[in-house]
């Protein structure tokens, strides 16, 4: 949920069930203030958090079915870089590094790498919504 008073970008951004509260902003080069992150900066922070509780989850059941000792995973680090040129707001490509810390064999490692391809948000931006995303208008005077 957001909302915007005037048209100046800033726009505050509610996100999930319990309303934190962000400050949205476009960038000065883009006509906004810098105040906050861009669209664009959250939905990739989206793709990394996705990402990174994807890999947990699936770690998570590694180690619930004791395959996996609770400890073995130190850290987990995603950094999403996007390839946007410059004057342009869309990105010519996404990456998405991974850096796991932890004793892990081969088949766990391929395991991680297949659960990262399940992430929603990634599943989302690559298009796997049929129809893609449905907007519904309301105008007031």
Do not use: Y
Not at 22 to 37: E, L, N, Q
Not at 58 to 86: C, F, K, Q, W, Y
Not at 104 to 125: F, G, H, N, W, Y
């Amino acid at each position: 949920e957001t909302f915007a008073k005037g048209i100046n970008f800033a726009t505050e951004v509610k996100a999930g069930k319990i309303g934190l509260a962000i400050s949205a902003d476009m960038p000065v080069d883009g006509g906004g203030k810098g105040a906050g992150p861009s669209p664009k900066d959250l939905a990739m922070a989206g793709l990394a958090a996705c990402t990174s509780m994807t890999i947990q989850a699936r770690l998570a059941g590694m180690v619930a079915s004791g395959r996996l000792a609770e400890d073995t995973v130190e850290s987990i680090h995603v950094e999403v870089e996007d390839n946007t040129p410059a004057k342009k707001h869309m990105p010519d490509a996404i990456k998405i590094r991974v850096n796991i810390k932890a004793d892990l064999d081969e088949t766990q490692r391929k395991q991680l790498v297949l659960a990262s391809k399940t992430c929603p948000v990634k599943r989302i931006m690559s298009g796997e919504i049929e129809g893609g995303p449905v907007m519904e208008f309301s105008w007031e005077s």
